[in-house]
Structures are given as C-alpha cells and as structure tokens.
C-alpha cells in the first residue's frame, strides 16, 4: 500500500498491543506489539482508502506520558487534514481507558469540530491466533470510523457495538468480550476546548494510591517528600478513605498538593464529600476510575500552568471536564 498522496482516506494509527501480537516460540504465551501495522491492514476489506502510520509497536502495558503526546498531536494533525475522514488507533487493551480519556480531553472537541472520528480498537488474542479477534474488530472500527452519522469525537470499538471514548471500561482480563460502556449523562463532557498536550517532561507527576484493610501513611509521605504533585485516590466503595490515610492526605493538600478522590471498585459516580468529613479539600473523580482520573489530574495540573488571559485553577480545569456539579 502505497502511503503517498491518498485523497480522501482513514488514517489508520499502529501502536502496538495484541492485536499486533504473536504466539511465543515456546508456545506459551505471547508477545505483543510483534506485526506491523501495514501487515495487519493486509487481512482488511475496507471500502475506504486507508492510509497507514506505524507510531510505536510496544505491549500497551509499558506506555509512556512522551507516547501519549506523540500521539494527541498526530490525531489533531490527522482531524486538521482535509483529506483524512477518520481516524483508527490499534491499540493494546490494558491501557485504553487511558489513552481514551487522553484523547477525550485534548482532541474530542477538535474531533466533533471537525466532524470526524477518532476510533480506538485492539484485540484480546494475538494475530496468529486461530480464533483471533483484532481482524474484525479493525475491520469494524475503520467501518465507524468512516460513516458519516454525525456522531463525531473519540471512540472505541471493541466488538460490534462503538463505545463512547470517556466510557470505556475494560473490565475483564482475559475474556474477549471484556470491555463495556459505562453508563454517562449525555452532557457529561462540559468542555468544548481542548486542553493542551503536555510534552515530554511537562507532565505532572500524578501517582495512585490504594485505600484498603490496613492501610499504612508512610507511601504518601515519601511521594510528597519527593515532590510528587498529585494523587489519585482509589478509595474504598463510594470513595471512603481509611482513617491511617486521611492525615497524609490532608498534609500533602495543606503543602499544595493535588488529591483526587476515586474509587478502587473502578465503577459508579463519586461525588460530593464524606460523611465523616474526611478529604473534604479532594477534588471527586465522578465517573473516572481513578486511572482516568490521574489522566485527567495531569491535564488539569497542565493546563492550570499555562498562561493565558484567564488562566483558572487546576480544580477549575478538572471540575470542568469532569464534569462536577462544583463546578467553580
Ligand atoms: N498487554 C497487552 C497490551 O495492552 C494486552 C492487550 O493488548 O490485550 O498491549
């Protein structure tokens, strides 16, 4: 396939994953990120022209921040192209949820500007697999991606049926239907603007932590000590927080840090505050599990660090996209 002066094409995106994975020599197991993205588009039927670009070829599960940029400014130069009608991503299956809400907040609203799609898609079987999944499912997502039904911005498909970007939910390691839609209010996404890409090392340094039986503070003092700048909390049920955390928490705000709080089950709305009145400084993650939402905190930290005629606050930033009714 030749790569020189398509009019009128899907720009198809490699990455990595599965779905460019191989069976190992030893036969167990295998590796992903192994085929190129050219070969996999060979076993398409696509009814559009597709234009390829090899981004990386690496198991999603070793993404990087500087990879994530790479690749916000390639999908807002491919939406920008007239000549691109969508976009397809491969992708691996680990780290979609984050990749998705990458894109959600710095080219979903370029995408739904320009009318066009970015769809994401992987596999839960490698290529050489006999019952392998990624062939239809990047036929299926260059099909969405192609469709002119007004239901531009960010997406995914993994099996037959597009999930929105933002509600992407991989929730099984092993079966091959394993992602779902979580359920979102349709005027969720309150931003129209895109935020910016950070770059290289401009991304903020955001870490999770994990509420749980016998929780100890010690891992939020040395992160604080070591100049971290944010931290997810993945509480427990509706957000809770143990009583051996909360200080650590509450100091780390005290000294200017960022908290975020979200909930370890991954599922559900978190919003409000505590009844007991823990972390009632903490941001709630709302529908974000909290490796969207660390997503999230590093954009918001980002963009609240960029001048502009009125620059808001990282909380502003993150309210907004999140859509939180304390919106500021
Ligand atoms: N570890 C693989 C990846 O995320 C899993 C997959 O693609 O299904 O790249």
């Known amino acids: 396939m030749s790569n020189f002066s398509i009019p009128l094409h899907i720009l198809v995106i490699g990455t990595g994953g599965t779905i460019a994975g191989l069976k190992t020599v030893s036969g167990r197991g295998y590796q992903a990120g192994q085929v190129p993205i050219s070969t996999l588009l060979t076993q398409i039927n696509s009814k559009f022209p597709l234009k390829n670009m090899q981004l990386s070829n690496i198991d999603s599960c070793d993404l990087s921040e500087p990879l994530l940029s790479e690749l916000g400014i390639q999908v807002r130069t491919g939406l920008a192209d007239p000549d691109v009608i969508g976009i397809v991503i491969t992708h691996g299956t680990d780290t979609m949820e984050e990749t998705a809400t990458f894109l959600e907040f710095v080219c979903g609203g370029s995408a739904r500007n320009f009318g066009k799609k970015v769809v994401l898609t992987g596999a839960m079987l490698p290529s050489d697999h006999r019952e ?31 999930i929105p970007g933002l509600a992407l939910v991989k929730g099984h390691s092993s079966q091959t239907n394993a992602f779902f839609g979580e359920a979102l209010p349709n005027d969720w996404v309150q931003v129209s603007n895109d935020l910016p890409i950070p770059l290289d090392n401009q991304w903020p340094w955001v870490e999770i932590i994990t509420s749980h039986v016998g929780a100890r503070p010690e891992t939020i003092t040395f992160l604080k000590n070591h100049g971290v700048q944010g931290i997810v909390l993945a509480g427990t049920g509706a957000g809770t927080v143990h009583e051996n955390l909360a200080p650590a928490l509450e100091q780390f705000m005290k000294a200017g840090g960022a908290v975020v709080r979200a909930s370890r089950i991954g599922r559900g709305y978190i919003g409000g505050s505590l009844a007991n009145g823990r972390l009632a400084k903490a941001l709630s993650a709302g529908y974000l599990n909290p490796a ?28 907004r996209i999140v859509g939180l009714p304390e919106f500021r």
């Not at 062939?135 to 037959?160: C, H, T, Y």
């Not at 997503?295 to 309210?319: E, K, V």
């Open 292 to 319: 969207k939402a660390r997503i999230a905190l590093q954009l918001a930290l980002f963009a609240s660090t960029q001048s502009g005629a009125n620059p808001l606050s990282w909380q502003d930033y993150f309210a």
């Open 132 to 162: 392998a999944d990624g062939p239809q499912n990047l036929s299926n997502a260059i099909e969405f991606a192609g469709k002119r039904d007004g239901q531009s911005g960010i997406w995914a498909v993994m099996g037959s049926e597009p």
